[in-house]
């Protein structure tokens, strides 16, 4: 079954710094990957989703997402953090038809 | 606000309790998932309910059940409460009956056993 993994548990950034957040998933045939974000206290919103084509994904707030296909990679980044970002980020893919796996987490703490 | 609500926010009662959840999906959206968020375990997927039918199950305890009534809103009920089952729990909804476009999320209800 596809899986999604997360490495990075916190991240520490200055505001400004870029940011790269890992996510390696499982091979598995036909591969749909998203990046959730979880703002304290607040609900998951999607942030970016792939499918298909171009593997370079664009999402809300600034934030893009590769596809690399020969790494089995999903990298979640952002040129430039803002205090704002400070956040828990989730990497998922769909397992089997009906629900979405999500990784561990990442926690991104960004100091103003 | 996602559009999905979810009741109450928070919970707090004793171990050996039953408790019931519920969510409100997003207007038109007909899938119910329940997912289960510890900080041991991470966001754990539960059940799914479409259009009134469970359509998936995951990593869910047999004390748990769920149902999705006619008016699409879900309940999910804990039993026989363990301290283990505190936790967040998320409510998601989406259109159709697969994950390809993405859920909306509640914001969730915590539940706390004591």
């Known amino acids: 079954a596809q899986s999604v993994s997360q490495h990075n548990h916190h991240v520490i950034l200055s505001e400004a710094a870029s940011l790269e957040l890992g996510c390696n998933y499982s091979?598995?045939?036909?591969?749909?990957l998203f990046w959730y974000v979880q703002y304290p206290g607040q609900h998951l919103q999607l942030l970016l989703k792939?499918?298909?084509?171009?593997?370079l994904v664009k999402g809300i707030k600034g934030f893009e997402a590769e596809f690399i296909k020969s790494k089995f990679s999903f990298n979640l980044r952002k040129p430039s953090v803002q205090w704002s970002d400070t956040a828990e980020y989730f990497c998922?893919?769909?397992?089997?038809?009906?629900?979405?796996?999500f990784g561990t987490g990442t926690r991104l703490t960004v100091i103003p | 606000d996602s559009g999905v609500t979810q009741t109450p926010k928070h919970l707090i009662t004793a171990t050996g309790q039953r408790v019931t959840l519920r969510c409100s999906p997003r207007?038109?959206?007909?899938?119910v998932y329940w997912y289960q968020q510890s900080l041991d375990q991470g966001l754990q997927f539960l059940i799914q309910?479409?259009?009134?039918?469970?359509?998936a199950k995951g990593n869910i305890l047999e004390r748990f059940s769920a149902q999705q009534f006619p008016d699409l809103h879900s309940e999910l009920n804990l039993s026989s409460l363990e301290l283990g089952d505190s936790a967040l729990y998320f409510c998601?909804?989406?259109?159709?009956?697969?994950?390809?476009?993405?859920?909306?999320f509640g914001s969730g209800t915590r539940l706390t056993v004591v």
């Open positions: 091979y598995g045939g036909t591969v749909n």
């Open positions: 309910y479409y259009n009134g039918e469970e359509r």
């Open positions: 792939y499918f298909s084509g171009d593997p």
């Open positions: 207007s038109g959206d007909l899938s």
């Open positions: 998922a893919v769909i397992r089997g038809a009906n629900n979405l796996f």
């Open positions: 998601a909804s989406s259109v159709g009956a697969g994950a390809r476009y993405g859920y909306t």
